[in-house]
T-cell receptor, first 111, second 117 residues
């Protein structure tokens, strides 16, 4: 069965700090996809990134970076130089044949 | 381009009433998902359609919940009779998938906030 664990329920940082959101997953499949979504206070769910299980290259997009390690079944998300606008709930998700979300991490960035 | 369209955005009803939530997926997408979000349970997948066929409805809470997808451009989620514990935000999402494996990015609607008094 597929499962996603986001152990950090809530993180508070001060603006310009770096912050890493942890994600650990469980799956029996060798082919799967991992995702991160952002849910700002307005409530919509915004896609951030998708990785397939055969691509372990880390990815950087502006202030966002993702570290995928199959050996530890982790797909962590780092925000560099955080900003107040980064305040949101962040969800990690795993797809074998359906997308299952973790519980989410609330990120509060204070000015 | 229009995204996933859900209606109503907000619904307040009394216990025992029937509630119907509607979703129009993105044109060309062949997979449709209904999720429910609550503080206690987070984002739960209720049901997943591929090419209008229900593939997995194991997340549907009980017989009071039913979902249909009569064609590629429309889906409904019905609750009858509604109960206060059904209060939640219901999201519809669509994507394009090859076969029944969901590999694509899900595009979410803005959600329908349901309050059952």
């Amino acid at each position: 069965a597929q499962k996603v664990t986001q152990a950090q329920t809530e993180i508070s940082v001060v603006e310009k700090e770096d912050v890493t959101l942890d994600c650990v997953y469980e799956t029996r499949d060798t082919t799967y996809y991992l995702f991160w979504y952002k849910q700002p206070p307005s409530g919509e769910l915004v896609f951030l990134i998708r990785r397939n299980s055969f691509d372990e290259q880390n990815e950087i997009s502006g202030r966002y970076s993702w570290n995928f390690q199959k050996s530890t079944s982790s797909f962590n998300f780092t925000i560099t130089a955080s900003q107040v606008v980064d305040s949101a709930v962040y969800f990690c998700a795993l797809s074998e044949y359906k997308l299952v979300f973790g519980a989410g991490t609330i990120l509060r960035v204070k000015s | 381009d229009a995204g996933v369209i859900q209606s109503p955005r907000h619904e307040v009803t009394e216990m025992g009433q029937e509630v119907t939530l509607r979703c129009k997926p993105i044109s060309g997408h062949n997979s449709l998902f209904w999720y429910r979000q609550t503080m206690m349970r987070g984002l739960e997948l209720l049901i997943y359609f591929n090419n209008n066929v229900p593939i997995d409805d194991s997340g549907m809470p009980e017989d009071r919940f039913s979902a249909k997808m009569p064609n590629a451009s429309f889906s409904t989620l019905k609750i009858q009779p509604s109960e206060p514990r059904d209060s939640a935000v219901y999201f519809c999402a669509s994507s394009f998938s090859s076969g029944t494996t969901n590999t694509g990015e899900l595009f979410f609607g803005e959600g329908s906030r349901l309050t059952v008094l």
